[in-house]
């Protein structure tokens, strides 16, 4: 599975990015799909899942209610709508798919397949 990632950049605090996932998958429907992040000198983190189906979603409290992940099966393609951004969201965002057993979730290990990274950056 070859995921590229698209749409990281420069945004002010308050602002909107969206980003995408393209999956080069055969079935792309087996795989959860999630966004993760690492700051500077944090360890990486989930930041939003999707199951299989795209019915289930998870999301981290920090992110609730402001970031939007969704998945298009004909595309093979996930997205990650981030609005309201805050300085704090600053950091390469990886998107990863995972084949364990329907799981979807936040457990990193769960996820066998990553991007290289797209760096978002939040101005104050």
């Known amino acids: 599975v070859r995921l590229e990632e698209s749409g990281g950049g420069l945004v002010q605090a308050g602002g909107s990015l969206n980003l995408s996932c393209s999956a080069h998958?055969?079935?792309?429907?087996?795989?959860?799909m999630g966004w993760f992040r690492q700051a500077p000198g944090k360890e990486r983190e989930a930041v939003s899942i999707i199951s299989l189906s795209g019915q289930n979603t998870w999301y981290t409290g920090a992110v609730l209610g402001r970031f939007t992940i969704s998945r298009d099966m004909v595309k093979n393609t996930i997205y990650l709508q981030m609005t309201n951004l805050k300085t704090d969201d600053t950091a390469t965002y990886y998107c990863?798919?995972?084949?364990?057993?329907?799981?979807?979730?936040?457990?990193?290990?769960?996820?066998?397949?990553w991007s290289r990274g797209t760096q978002v950056t939040v101005s104050s």
């Open positions: 990863a798919a995972g084949n364990s057993g329907g799981y979807y979730g936040p457990a990193q290990h769960k996820y066998q397949h």
């Open positions: 998958a055969k079935s792309f429907d087996n795989y959860a």
